[in-house]
C-alpha cells in the first residue's frame, strides 16, 4: 500500500478527515518552502499538496497566481522543486 493509501486507510479507522494544506514551491522565496513544510507537518497536517510555479497559471484563483508570481521572481523551477521536495523527505 502507498504512503498515501495508508494515510487515508488510518484516518478513515480513526474517524477522522485528512488537512492536506497546499503552498506553492518557492513562495515567498525558495530558502523558507522546506521549513514551511515541516512547519506543516508539525501543526497537524496529514499529507502536503506541493505547486510547481508556472507562468500562466489561468486555470487558478488569484491567490495562487501570486504565489506563482512571487515564486517565478526567484526563478523557482521544477529541478528546484524537486531538490526542496528531495531535502523535505
Known sequence: MSRIAQCFSDLKANGRKA???????GDPNPSVTV????????????????????????????????ACERALVHNTSLRDVLAMVKEFR
Request: charged residues 15%; proline residues 10%.
Open 35 to 66: 521549513s514551511l513544510l515541516h512547519a506543516m507537518v508539525e501543526a497537524g497536517a496529514d499529507l502536503l499538496e506541493l505547486g510547481v510555479p508556472f507562468s500562466d497559471p489561468m486555470a487558478e484563483g488569484p491567490v495562487i497566481q501570486k
Open 19 to 25: 488537512l492536506i494544506p497546499f503552498v506553492t514551491a
